[in-house]
């Protein structure tokens, strides 16, 4: 197992509702990504965190925000959930940003998330 | 066009059979390559990272074309435990991680 912990594993939400989703970093690891995995698709970055502050984005919009606290545990954020947001939300923690250490990643188990 | 392309397969193979797989990618000034491999309804785990010179792990090796932008994985003697799908993962610059939508494999006895 990666050591990397996610929160809740499954989560059913209402159109327009908002949720929060938690992950707990591999231990060294100061870096969490987020990741979106729509059915039959690959994971889609999100953001990245790193040392508190988004060091980087995708193409998401604005409704979708992050945190991530001292420990490096992190937070991704999702409001006015749209239908299409329903996905498996990973998140990977890394020794460091970037390409720094080899760049490897390594997963939580995900949030399976439904918006009805 | 994708900037990570992989062909969606299924790939389906016997036990004991070679099987190679093919990414490309689009952004030339990316820099760092892994294989993932994921299991229905789990989360990826890294398989390996894939180096210039080529690098070997077991039955797997992977290879980086950077001249032609195309990373593979050849499996040798595939297991049915080996059945799952593979992703290939490009990354430019520091933070932009782009997944392949990834190749499903199915091994049969």
């Known amino acids: 197992e990666t050591g990397v912990t996610q929160s809740p594993t499954h989560l059913i939400k209402t159109r327009g509702q908002q949720v929060t989703l938690r992950c707990s970093s591999q231990s060294g690891h100061n870096t969490v990504s987020w990741y979106q995995q729509a059915l039959g698709q690959g994971p889609q970055f999100i953001f990245q965190y790193y040392r508190e502050e988004e060091n980087g984005r995708g193409n998401f919009p604005p409704r979708f925000s992050g945190l991530q606290f001292p420990n490096y545990s992190s937070e991704l954020n999702v409001n006015a959930l749209e239908l299409d947001d329903s996905a498996l939300y990973l998140c990977?923690?890394?020794?460091?940003?970037?390409?720094?250490?080899?760049?490897?990643?390594?997963f939580g188990p995900g949030t399976r998330l439904t918006v009805t | 066009r994708k900037e990570v392309e992989q062909d969606p397969g299924p790939f389906n193979v016997p036990e004991g059979a070679t099987v190679a797989f093919n990414c490309t990618y689009s952004n030339s000034a990316s820099q760092s390559f892994f294989w993932y491999r994921q299991d229905c309804r789990k989360e990826p785990k890294l398989l390996m990272s894939v180096y210039s010179s080529g690098n070997e792990d077991g039955r797997f090796t992977a290879q980086l074309n950077r001249a032609s932008q195309y990373i593979s994985l050849l499996i040798r003697d595939s297991k049915l435990s080996d059945s799952a799908t593979y992703l290939c993962?490009?990354?430019?610059?520091?933070?932009?991680?782009?997944f392949g939508a990834g190749t499903r494999l199915f091994v049969k006895a």
């Open positions: 993962v490009v990354r430019s610059g520091g933070f932009k991680t782009i």
């Open positions: 990977a923690s890394s020794a460091k940003p970037g390409l720094a250490g080899g760049g490897e990643q390594y």
